[in-house]
C-alpha cells in the first residue's frame, strides 16, 4: 500500500479537507499514476453532498482524470513509464457480459467499478482523481496523445466522451442539422465535437450571455429559449437535439423542433420526473433517447478525435483548498466552462 494526499470529503456534510489516504500496491495488469490534473464534473457534487443516495464516504470524487505513468505492474502493455493517461468514470467492469464484449462498458450488466464513490469487486472502496496518485487496470486507463495538454484533457473523460458518444451514435456530421441545449460544462463541449465532425450547430440557451464564446466554440447559431417564440421559431428544423441540462424541460416544445426521424436524447439529468404528449413522437416518427458516457474503445477514439482537431476543455484552473468555493459555483452555473484542479497543490 502507498499512502497518497488526497481532498477529502469525511462526510456529507462536512467540507473538504486535504488528508490521505491508501492505494493498493499495483498488482501485475496495474498501472501507477501520478494526477495532473482532476475535473470537477455536476456529478461529484451531486455524490459528495449525497443527493443522489447513499454514498461511501470518506470520499475522494473525481472521474475525468489526467496524469503520467510512474510504475506498470510486470504484465502491463498498453502503457508505459513516462506515458500521458487519463482515467475516466469506471476503472473496471465485469469483462464477460455482452455489453462488455460489445465495448460498452459502461452499460456493464454486473456493474462497472465507479472510479470513486464505488467498490472494487473484491469490496474495497474506490477514492477518485482529486488526489496525487491513482492504481488501475491498464484496460481501463486511456491514452491522451501529444497535442492536447493534459489540464485541458482531463474533462475530456466524463464531459467529453458524454457528448461525443451520442453525437457519433446519432450520426452527426455534415449535413446535419444539431442542437445543443445548454451550454455549461457539457455543453460547450458539445458544441466543439459536434462542429469538428462537420454538423451545423445551434444552441440553445436560457439567454444570449455565452454567445460569443458559442460562436467561438464553434456553433453556427444561437437561441435564447428563455425568450417568447424562440423554439415555435425552430419547428422542424433539427437531425438532432443533446439536452446537457438538468433542469425541467418543455418536452413538447423540443421535439416540435426536430424534423422527421430526429431524436431527442438527453445527457444531463433532471431530478425531476420529465413529461411529453406521445403525439409529440408519432407525428414525425421522433424519439426521446438517453446516452451515457462511453466505453473505454470509444474513450480512446474520442481521444485521438480531439487531438487530431485540436479541441481541449475550456477550464478554470484552481488550487486544493477552492473546491468548495468552486463547488458553490457550479451549482450556480458561474463556472467558464470546467473546473480542473492542480493536483500539485494538494499537500
Ligand atoms: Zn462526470
Ligand atoms: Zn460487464
Known amino acids: 500500500m502507498t499512502t497518497v494526499a488526497a481532498i477529502i470529503k469525511p462526510t456529507a456534510d462536512a467540507p473538504f479537507e486535504v488528508g490521505t489516504i491508501e492505494r493498493r500496491a499495483p498488482r501485475a495488469n496495474d498501472v501507477v499514476i501520478d494526477v495532473h490534473y482532476a475535473g470537477i464534473c455536476h456529478s461529484d457534487i451531486h455524490q459528495a453532498r449525497e443527493e443522489w443516495g447513499k454514498a461511501i464516504f470518506p470520499m475522494v470524487p473525481g472521474h475525468e482524470i489526467a496524469g503520467v505513468v510512474t510504475e506498470v505492474g510486470d504484465a502491463v502493455t498498453k502503457h508505459q513509464v513516462g506515458d ?9 467492469s465485469c469483462r464477460e457480459c455482452e455489453n462488455c464484449l460489445a465495448g460498452e462498458e459502461q452499460f456493464c450488466l454486473k456493474g462497472n467499478v465507479a472510479t470513486y464513490n464505488g467498490r472494487e469487486y473484491d469490496g474495497e472502496p474506490t477514492y477518485g482523481g482529486y488526489s496525487k496518485q491513482i492504481v488501475a487496470d491498464e484496460n481501463y486507463v486511456l491514452s491522451i496523445p501529444e497535442g492536447i495538454e493534459l489540464d485541458v484533457a482531463a474533462p475530456l473523460l466524463c464531459a467529453g466522451i458524454t457528448t461525443y458518444s451520442p ?28 462542429h469538428a465532425l462537420g454538423a451545423e450547430v445551434t444552441v440553445l440557451s436560457q439567454t444570449t450571455s455565452k454567445e460569443e464564446d458559442g460562436k467561438r466554440f464553434g456553433a453556427d447559431h444561437y437561441y435564447a429559449t428563455g425568450e417568447e417564440g424562440t423554439l415555435k421559431s425552430l419547428r422542424g428544423r433539427f437531425d438532432l ?32 420526473t420529465q413529461q411529453f404528449r406521445v403525439f409529440s413522437l408519432v407525428g414525425g416518427r421522433r424519439s426521446l433517447a438517453g446516452s451515457n458516457i462511453g466505453g473505454i474503445r470509444e474513450t480512446q477514439e474520442m481521444l485521438d478525435f480531439c487531438a487530431e482537431h485540436g479541441i481541449g476543455s475550456q477550464i478554470e484552473l484552481i488550487g486544493a483548498d477552492e473546491v468548495e468555493g468552486a463547488y458553490d459555483r457550479v451549482v450556480r452555473s458561474d463556472v467558464r466552462y470546467r473546473f480542473v484542479i492542480d493536483t500539485a497543490t494538494i499537500g
Not at 450520426?171 to 458544441?191: D, S
Not at 426521424?261 to 433532471?270: C, K, T
Open 84 to 92: 500521458r493517461v487519463g482515467i475516466g468514470c469506471f476503472v473496471d
Open 241 to 272: 437535439i443533446i439536452n446537457t441540462v438538468s433542469a425541467d424541460l418543455d418536452i413538447d416544445a423540443y421535439l416540435s423542433t426536430l424534423k422527421l426521424n430526429g431524436s431527442m436524447v438527453f445527457v444531463g439529468l433532471p431530478e425531476n
Open 167 to 194: 453525437l457519433k451514435h446519432w450520426g452527426a456530421g455534415p449535413g446535419k442539422q444539431v442542437a445543443i441545449v445548454g451550454m455549461g460544462g457539457l455543453g460547450h463541449m458539445g458544441v466543439k465535437i459536434a
